[in-house]
Nanobody, 124 residues
Framework: QVQLVESGGGLVQAGGSLRLSCAASGRTFSRYAMGWFRQAPGKEREFVAAINTSGSSTYYGDSVKGRFTISRDNAKNTVYLQMNSLKPEDTAVYYC?????????????????WGQGTQVTVSA
């Protein structure tokens, strides 16, 4: 089992940057593929990015390709989402996800473990 805690959200102007962090508990973090999802009010949850266990492979949703970067530090049990060139349409609650089955990597299907979410608001 793994517990996830996100941080780093906030209010930023369009064109700005934010870095989200997701700290995981437990000694098995490196066994999980990790993903980021987001949900805006009135919209369905959207896949944002995912990273494999070693950090050597990354995957992105079409709406964030070229602007967002996912990374992980297994020594710190942490996954990051660097968000650049933010747009108002990036406004959402961002959730960290841990997936032992690794389906998040290619199927964009989340695993069983979620963080509480962190709000990102991008003003025009």
């Amino acid at each position: 089992q793994v517990q996830l805690v996100e941080s780093g959200g906030g209010l930023v102007q369009a064109g700005g940057s934010l870095r989200l962090s997701c700290a995981a508990s437990g000694r098995t973090f490196s066994r999980y593929a990790m993903g980021w999802f987001r949900q805006a009010p009135g919209k369905e949850r959207e896949f944002v990015a995912a990273i494999n266990t070693s950090g050597s492979s990354t995957y992105y949703g079409d709406s964030v390709k070229g602007r967002f970067t996912i990374s992980r530090d297994n020594a710190k049990n942490t996954v990051y989402l660097q968000m650049n060139s933010l747009k108002p349409e990036d406004t959402a609650v961002y959730y960290c996800n841990a997936d032992i089955l690794k389906r998040v990597l290619t199927l964009k299907v989340p695993g069983d473990y979620w963080g509480q979410g962190t709000q990102v608001t991008v003003s025009a």
